[in-house]
């Protein structure tokens, strides 16, 4: 079964500054996709940036952009120019080609500090 | 707004209830997905339906059922509630049976007493 493994419990960074969040996943599968979504104190899940596996560039998306690595099976998500409404959760997330149940990381939480 | 809705926000009740959390998908999704998100952590994919019919099975517990009706809604029961019910249940939808893109609800905060 596919694992999605999020290594960093808490996060933190400065106003302005970048910070790269880590994901790992564990597949045999050759089509797949890989999602990042930010979860506030609302509570409502936020699509960041996705990443489609037969996509060999990295995803960005204004501020966001992913750190894909096939073969390490490695899906980092770094933030640039850190902004307060960062803070929240962020969710690593893998959902298979045929499969249509996403599975997510535990989490890891971003503080931003002023 | 993800144009999914979900009734209610919060739900309070007690053991051994049973409860049923509605949601409506984004206008033109086939698609319903549900999860269950315990307290501080990841979601736990339970149940999707497509276009009326169960399509995929998560970790969904016999008490829970769900369905999707006519108009496309979907309702989630859950049943014997027990304590670790407790969660925040999210719904999502998707155009397709198939998409990489998953439209998510502000979800319902189950709290079983």
């Known amino acids: 079964a596919q694992t999605v493994t999020q290594s960093q419990p808490e996060m933190s960074v400065q106003e302005a500054e970048t910070v790269t969040l880590s994901c790992t996943y564990d597949t045999s599968e050759s089509d797949y996709y890989l999602f990042w979504y930010k979860q506030p104190p609302s509570r409502q899940m936020i699509l960041v940036i996705r990443q489609e596996a037969y996509k060999q560039q990295n995803a960005t998306e204004n501020r966001f952009s992913v750190n894909f690595q096939k073969a390490a099976k490695s899906f980092s998500l770094k933030i640039s120019d850190s902004q307060l409404g960062d803070a929240a959760m962020y969710f690593c997330?893998?959902?298979?080609?045929?499969?249509?149940?996403?599975?997510f990381g535990a989490g890891t939480r971003l503080t931003v500090k002023p | 707004d993800s144009g999914v809705t979900q009734t209610p926000k919060h739900l309070i009740t007690a053991t051994g209830q049973r409860v049923t959390l509605r949601c409506s998908p984004r206008?033109?999704?086939?698609?319903v997905y549900w999860y269950q998100q315990s307290l501080d952590q990841g979601l736990q994919f339970l149940i999707q339906?497509?276009?009326?019919?169960?399509?995929a099975k998560g970790n969904i517990l016999e008490r829970f059922s769900a369905q999707q009706f006519p108009d496309l809604h979907s309702e989630l029961n859950l049943s014997s509630l027990e304590l670790g019910d407790s969660a925040l249940y999210f719904c999502?939808?998707?155009?397709?049976?198939?998409?990489?893109?998953?439209?998510f609800g502000p979800g319902t905060r189950l709290t079983v007493l």
């Open positions: 339906y497509y276009n009326g019919e169960e399509r």
């Open positions: 999502a939808s998707s155009p397709r049976f198939s998409y990489n893109e998953q439209f």
């Open positions: 206008s033109g999704d086939l698609s």
């Open positions: 997330a893998y959902r298979s080609g045929d499969n249509n149940d996403m599975r």
